[in-house]
Every structure is written in C-alpha cells, then in structure tokens.
C-alpha cells in the first residue's frame, strides 16, 4: 500500500498488525447546541402544557399556587 499527499508519501513493504477494530462516537459542539435547543424547545412546551393546564382548572382567578 502507497499513500501520497502533498509531496509527501509513504509506503508499506509488509502487513502491519495490532490496532483495535474498535469504533468511537464523536460528539461536535454542533451536536451539542443542537442538543440543546430541543430539550429547550421540549421545556418551553412542556411549560406551556402545564400552564394551560392550570388556566383550564382555575381560569383567572389562579393566585400562583398549587395544591
């Protein structure tokens, strides 16, 4: 096997051995924004069931407190 990048390349004259067959999952902070907003945007209506729950059981009278 040969590998050339930038004037620059390599071979192999034998098999190599070891290594791992192993995989790794790689987290971007992209994946983590995105993480990030739906469970904000799951929060938001998530406040917004249980204010509608609490509108429908005590209408305007409600005085901020629960049972």
Do not use: C, H, P, W
Request: no cysteine.
């Amino acid at each position: 096997m040969s590998i050339s990048v930038d004037d620059i390349s390599a071979s192999l004259r034998s098999a190599t051995s070891g290594g791992t067959d192993k995989t790794a999952t790689v987290v971007t902070a992209s994946d983590i924004e995105s993480a990030k907003s739906k469970l904000s945007e799951k929060k938001i209506d998530g406040l917004k069931e249980q204010l509608i729950v609490i509108i429908r059981r005590f209408g305007n009278g409600y005085n901020g407190k629960l049972r």
